[in-house]
């Protein structure tokens, strides 16, 4: 049976520019909207609000989610996803406190043990999904359970304490005026970004993300880049959570408990599509910071912690929502006012 | 005799190409009518409007006399006509008697299922086809292609279907199994079951059918008995076209062997091929749908690996393990489907044409966006793509410049081997002349260039030499002052090597 | 043309049916069963007050909740969904639950309400998914958060005292036999039979083995994944009235880890992740399962941390087995 040679159907979905050139200046500027109307409204709710302590304080937080925000972009683009990030804090943080105590090895060696440790894990996943075959999904899922239970079980839920002063320079001290853990968003930030926006390297996430096929044929190693994500979630996971620990200096079994959620909320939030193909380093970052202000004005305005997530739930559905359907949304108003771009 | 069905004035257009013009088709209680016809030529789409899955733009479809039109499949088979796919449909979780009755099965109270009832009337419609050996309670999912075929039959006359379209129903049986199907052909036929049969095997034509019409092109040639017509008349039915003399092919030295494959396999479709390709040469590689041709040159280009053989590039042996590696070695193949293969349709032209080769559009990593403009620009003048600019997304264009960016993505590799796999399918006239003038100008440049096609002027009027490949291997090879439609056609059909008219240069290549 | 076609059921995606005798003896089924005995004996012969009669009952029982969801579960999961929600859920209904009974409901009220209620955040989930075509996972997720947020901003987190004495449905002992117990083994079957016979059932089976296939048998998948995240919604329901009167007081929390517990039962009970294939009886054995080998890390005196761990790797290891089945079988159909 021969193959009918092209159907219409992908021609009315939005083209990957259209949706590109719609997260932009949609999304990210109805971003940039909500964050300043957010902003206002929060002012009102306490004074306390748009002080600069308060902000830069803010950013100690989101640097944490942030970092790990960065892979987590690109693991989307590419049309997958990883649920254990939050545990792979965790058990970097018990390895830190745990070699450190426990091993007697010195601070400044377990910190690369941490380190070593969310790569690891990162890279397991890595190659289950890419050699064996399990969906993201699933994997990610199997090993968020696999990585807190490892935690919660080498720590036996004890935390570790008692770390000396330096260590807390990281996590509590700052530079120029910044948190240095603000520096360390800020420099891998970039880092993200230029990578995805300019190189080889982020051209064929985009590609991926879109047409996996499309890009195998095209002689794109993508296993190997797949590999390389998904030990980059691991390996900033790692950082999050000796950032962590260095700003609370305990470290805990339940560290990055729940932190999923905000990262792919933020992630969705800052215009990637969930299903893969798009998105922006910038935009992630808006979202970090959005949920970071929601999170903190809320707060300060008597909300609890918990309630907060329901709104933090409530934006990762919106978000979607907004993804999904302003996309064609978007493009079928301005099919409207361009000329018909195709040939006869 | 009284038709059961009858089709007249049957036209049917998609996108880009007309399927049938004009065609038409009928059907006798208790006969079995072939419908014949090569790769393109309408008979899928001829069973499709009879089974209800299209709509015929025009034409009439009458069952008994009366008018009908099928909005969906379900129409159909409620009216008495059954479809039995290559591909088959079956739930491989669920029993035999459960697929049987899928979609209508005997009801008890409170519309629970009967399964008594089921499960006996299964075992009575298997009985009276004389297959003995299929347990009503096993899972179809443990069951051999052959047994499944059978259960997808007996689905068929669960729904008391007067008539049963088979599309390619030996393609993946044993021989054993294509005896019994055959058998149980005929017992249907003596139950007035009227047969569509579907088969790119001349002798199972002549072995079962009594009534054979022939499509090209999407018109209808001709019906008639059987007993009436040669293998050779058939065949001359098919192909009767004359060959556009358009190709504008350029006189071309032919250089040395630039790659040469010795018996290479790969389950299931390639099974010891062997070739060899010179450099400016253009070799046509022809064969039905499911012969294995795209599948040997993903094999080469390592998109599916090779299990066994040798891939020789310019004389020096060669592991190609992925496409990287074959790219990196000169080896580019235009795939077959550009909309899922070829191109990311979201993404612009000029992120298309350099995607194969990112890496010499970028510096250390960092993609230099005035060297993929300029690649771009180059490639849009170079075959004459017809967009506003290279920031154009792919989407929007016609088949024939989508094809074009594909082609140029791979030119921008600067390969020694080019395999292109249907490089005009679905395009246009005037763009696929524009293609062809390419490979001819390529080939000139010194490229070896294998181009698989199921468009046989194309093949013919193109190719220095011609290779016929059926079921995973190389059966026939023409020079192009030897190679005729009708002994390609031949080639491609034929069971066994008795072709009259050209000598083969070699005989089938394991 | 390999490459591009697309077959309307891919055959290959299936367990293959009892052709050797041997493999249909090593059916997930049996395999748990047999796995649940040999923890018995070798726990038991290690320390005898494993199989002590109140072990022995509160293995059983300690997870009948727990089956009770994964049928639902399974539902989701065969469909090719997933839930994370649906410990949030049983948190809120738990307490609306007890909220009830204490301000004066009917008991039995009390019991009803929240299954409804259950069925009601379904059929939302159900929407999102079906209709908005939104991943499940996205949904669930959020829902996740919705759900426990709201709860603990309600109630702080404080317990329900003062249940009225007969609210303890799950404390009953008809014949001796625990009541949850009933509650899992009947509702296990009758959702086995349901699955396995009627045509919803099966349609669930189609829409998560090939969309395709089962859109051209008529069927409609957006109703299909509605009545899938319902029947999840009256399943989570039932659970979280077991759970909720299991004791005289209910803390208004959300279980931790509950929703993870519910998934490795119906997963490792060989409901295929992938969609399509498995059987809530299954998901059944593997929450007994899952029981026994918590208890066994308490009796050997393993750290009862390790648990999820545990049910990390049971996961893994059961969806690895999948995969390399269905490897197998795409293999033996091409050679």
Same mark, same amino acid.
């Given at each position: ?61 989101? #640097? ?124 891998? #930030? ?16 985009? #590609? ?32 999050? #959570? ?103 | ?510 | ?335």
């Amino acid at each position: 049976m021969s193959a009918l040679p092209e159907t219409k159907a992908l021609d009315d979905a939005p083209s990957f520019s259209e949706r590109l050139s719609s997260a932009l200046f949609r999304q990210e500027g109805v971003l940039v909207l909500i964050g300043i109307v957010a902003l206002v409204v929060l002012a009102f709710g306490s004074e306390n609000f748009l002080t600069v302590d308060n902000l830069l304080n803010q950013t100690r937080f989101l #640097a944490e989610i942030g970092l790990i925000a960065l892979p987590m972009t690109y693991i989307i683009i590419t049309g997958g996803i990883d649920l254990s990030v939050g545990a792979i804090v965790g058990v970097s943080a018990i390895m830190l406190g745990v070699s450190w105590q426990n091993w007697g090895l010195p601070l400044e060696l377990a910190i690369v043990v941490c380190i070593i440790t969310g790569v690891i894990a990162g890279l397991v996943n890595g190659l289950f999904i890419v050699r064996v075959g399990v969906p993201p999904l699933i994997m990610t899922l199997a090993t968020l359970a696999l990585y807190r239970g490892l935690a919660e079980g080498i720590s036996e839920s004890r935390s570790v304490r008692g770390y000396p002063d330096w260590f807390e320079e990281l996590g509590q001290g700052s530079a120029l005026g910044l948190p240095t853990q603000l520096w360390v968003l800020i420099i891998f #930030a970039i880092l993200f970004a230029v990578v995805l926006a300019r190189t080889t390297f982020g051209r064929s996430l985009y #590609a991926i993300g879109n047409n996996e096929l499309g890009a195998r044929f095209s002689g794109i190693p993508v296993g190997r880049n797949k590999l390389i994500i998904y030990s980059l979630s691991g390996l900033m996971a790692g950082i999050a #959570a000796w950032i962590f620990v260095s700003r609370t200096t305990t470290t805990r079994s339940d560290y990055g408990s729940g932190w999923e959620l905000d990262v792919i909320a933020a992630v969705v939030l800052g215009g990637t599509s969930i299903f893969g193909g798009t998105g922006t380093i910038i935009g992630t970052m808006l979202g970090i910071v959005l949920i970071q202000l929601l999170k903190n004005g809320l707060a300060l305005t008597g909300v609890t912690s918990d309630a907060t997530i329901v709104i933090i739930g409530s934006v990762l559905i919106l978000s979607i929502l907004i993804n999904n359907y302003a996309g064609a949304i978007f493009g079928a108003l301005t099919r409207r006012l361009r000329p018909t771009q195709r040939n006869p | 005799m009284q038709p059961i069905l009858e089709l007249e004035h049957i036209s049917k257009k998609f996108p880009g190409v007309q399927a049938l013009t004009d065609a038409r088709f009928d059907m006798r209680p208790g006969e079995v009518h072939a419908l014949l016809g090569e790769n393109g030529a309408g008979k899928s789409t001829m069973i499709k409007i009879i089974s209800g899955v299209h709509k015929p733009d025009t034409g009439d479809i009458r069952l008994d006399g009366q008018r009908v039109s099928f909005n969906n499949p379900r129409e159909a088979q409620a009216k008495g006509i059954a479809t039995i796919y290559q591909e088959l449909s079956l739930y491989p979780e669920l029993s035999v008697a459960e697929n049987i009755f899928m979609g209508h099965a005997p009801r008890a109270m409170f519309g629970a299922v009967d399964w008594r009832t089921m499960k006996r009337r299964a075992a009575e419609i298997l009985d009276s086809l004389q297959i003995t050996d299929l347990d009503v309670e096993a899972k179809v999912g443990g069951l051999t292609v052959g047994k499944r075929q059978r259960v997808e039959i007996a689905k068929a006359l669960s729904l008391n279907a007067r008539i049963l379209i088979m599309d390619e129903p030996t393609a993946a049986l044993t021989e054993a199994d294509v005896q019994r199907l055959f058998g149980i052909v005929r017992l249907l036929r003596e139950r007035n079951v009227g047969i569509t049969y579907i088969s790119h095997r001349l002798e199972e034509v002549f072995v079962l059918a009594d009534r054979v019409t022939v499509l090209r092109d999407g018109q209808y040639v001709g019906t008639d008995d059987v007993k009436n017509v040669t293998q050779d008349k058939l065949i001359s039915m098919m192909v009767g076209r004359t060959i556009e003399n358009l190709f504008p092919k350029l006189p071309t030295e032919i250089g040395k062997p630039v790659l040469e494959v010795r018996n290479l396999w790969r389950k299931p479709l390639c099974r010891g091929v062997s070739m060899t390709l010179r450099a400016g040469e253009i070799v046509g590689l022809a064969g039905l749908v499911g012969s294995g041709r795209s599948e040997f040159a993903q094999t080469v280009f390592g998109f599916t690996p090779a299990q066994d053989g040798e891939i020789i590039l310019d004389g020096k042996p060669q592991k190609i393990r992925n496409p990287g590696e074959a790219m990196s070695k000169g080896i580019a193949y235009v795939p077959e489907d550009r909309g899922t293969q070829g191109l990311v349709r979201q993404m612009r032209i000029r992120e298309n044409v350099s995607l194969a080769v990112l890496r010499s559009v970028s510096r250390g990593g960092f993609i230099d966006d005035k060297l993929e403009r300029e690649m771009s620009q180059h490639a849009i003048r170079q075959l004459g793509i017809r967009a506003f600019s290279g920031e154009q997304v792919v989407n929007k264009l016609s088949g024939g410049n989508q094809q074009k960016v594909v082609v140029a993505k791979w030119l921008a590799s600067k390969p020694k081997v080019l395999i292109m796999d249907e490089p005009t399918r679905g395009v246009d006239v005037g763009a696929k002349s524009e293609i062809h003038r390419l490979i001819s100008e390529l080939a000139q440049q010194g490229l070896a260039i294998l181009m698989i096609s199921s468009e046989l002027p194309e093949v013919l009027g193109m190719s220095d030499r011609v290779l016929v490949m059926r079921e995973g291997r190389i059966v026939a090879e023409f020079e192009r002052k030897d190679a005729t439609q009708e002994n390609v056609v031949a080639a491609m059909m034929r069971e066994s090597m008795d072709v009259t008219d050209a000598q083969p240069l070699r005989t089938a290549g394991d | 043309m390999a490459a591009t076609a697309q077959p309307l059921v891919q055959a290959q995606r299936s367990r293959p049916a009892s052709r050797f005798k041997l493999s249909s003896l090593l059916s997930q089924e049996v395999i748990l069963a047999l796995a649940i005995i040999i923890i018995i004996v070798v726990v038991g012969s290690v320390n005898a007050r494993y199989v002590s009669e109140r072990n022995l009952t509160s293995i059983f029982l300690g997870n009948a909740y727990i089956a009770v969801a994964a049928i639902g579960m399974s539902m989701v999961i065969i469909s090719g969904n997933i839930d994370v929600s649906v410990g949030s859920l049983i948190g809120v209904l738990a307490t609306l639950s007890g909220t009830l009974a204490v301000n004066g409901v009917p008991i039995w009220l009390s019991w009803v309400i929240p299954v409804f209620a259950g069925m009601l955040v379904g059929a939302v989930i159900g929407f999102f998914v079906a209709y908005l075509k939104i991943p499940s996972i996205v949904v669930t997720l959020g829902f996740l958060s919705i759900l426990k947020g709201g709860l603990i901003s309600i109630t702080n987190g404080e317990w329900i005292r003062d249940l009225p004495d007969s609210f303890g449905l799950a404390q009953e002992r008809p014949f001796g036999i625990p009541m949850p117990v009933y509650f899992m083994i009947v509702l296990t079957i009758l959702a086995a039979l349901w699955m396995r016979y009627s045509a919803t059932g099966r349609a669930i089976y189609a829409v998560g083995g090939n969309k395709e296939a089962a859109r051209l048998s008529g069927i409609s998948e957006p109703r299909i994944l509605m009545t899938v995240f319902i029947l999840n919604g009256f399943f989570v329901g039932i659970a979280s009235i077991l759970f909720a009167t299991q004791l005289e007081i209910i803390q208004t929390a959300v279980p931790a880890g509950v929703e993870l517990l519910i998934i490795t039962a119906a997963v490792v009970g060989g409901v295929s992740i992938l969609g399509g294939t498995g059987t809530v009886i299954g998901a059944m054995l593997a929450a007994i399962l899952l029981s026994a080998i918590g208890s066994a890390l308490v009796f050997i005196n393993v750290s009862p941390f390790w648990l999820r761990a545990v049910q990390g790797v049971l996961i893994l290891m059961t969806v690895l087995a999948d995969l390399l089945r269905r490897r197998r079988n795409q293999a033996s159909l091409k050679g």
